[in-house]
């Protein structure tokens, strides 16, 4: 079952994102440019390891980032906007949005937006919701405050226990597609798995004519 994850994340929300015009699911692009996103970071374990990688190989990407880690690691938060990296908004402490009220989400949000703003001197203009839970009143915060709820395109779940460096990095090359939006983890449950699939990938696509941009 839990192999069956990742394609269920790729492809079986497709149908359903004609319903939420007011969420990214992919860029329209018709050039080889793609979208890497890492959710939950900053963290001590990981960031500066998916830094130095988007380095050597010119990539940009967007971090969606907690407030609570944000908070304790400013000088990550630092270090990846003068990378020139996108930061998005998290929530706070990843919560499931399903399952907390409507208020708190919103503080939880809100408290991030202003951590992230005064860290990196400029808008947030992305979330992303934990769990890729989505609500109304989560929609109507991004619309009243111009973040955009960033989804994905390509999950290749490098989260999963089962997840392998060159399950993920295979996944991704076999469902990138221009402009697709790729989910991965600057969480320390990812470090066997993310970096080296990064690199993979890295490696892999460049040459063939894609290039990386942040959102
Ligand atoms: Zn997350």
């Known amino acids: 079952m839990r192999l069956l994850v990742p394609y269920l994340a790729t492809h079986g929300l497709r149908p359903f994102q004609g319903f939420f015009p007011d969420l990214l699911w992919r860029v329209e692009a018709q050039s080889r440019t793609a979208y890497l996103t890492f959710d939950d970071g900053p963290t001590t374990e990981m960031t500066r390891t998916l830094l130095d990688l988007l380095a050597t190989y010119e990539a940009r990407a967007t971090h ?105 990095s295979r996944f991704i090359l076999r469902h990138i597609r221009p402009g697709s939006v790729i989910v991965l983890h600057d969480n320390p449950t990812c470090e066997e798995v993310t970096p080296q699939a990064l690199r993979t990938i890295l490696e892999t696509l460049p040459p063939r004519g894609w290039s990386f941009d942040a959102l």
């Open 64 to 168: 969606f980032l907690l407030g609570s880690h944000a908070r304790q690691h400013p000088d990550l938060v630092r270090a990846i906007v003068e990378a020139g990296h996108q930061i998005g908004n998290h929530t706070f402490t990843h919560p499931d949005p399903w399952r907390v009220s409507s208020d708190s989400l919103r503080r939880e949000v809100k408290r991030t937006t202003s951590v992230l703003e005064d860290l990196a001197g400029r808008p947030v203009r992305a979330l992303r919701p934990p769990y890729g839970h989505p609500t109304g009143a989560l929609r109507r915060w991004c619309a009243e405050h111009r973040q955009r709820m960033v989804m994905w395109d390509v999950m290749p779940g490098d989260y999963l226990q089962t997840a392998t460096a060159r399950r993920v």
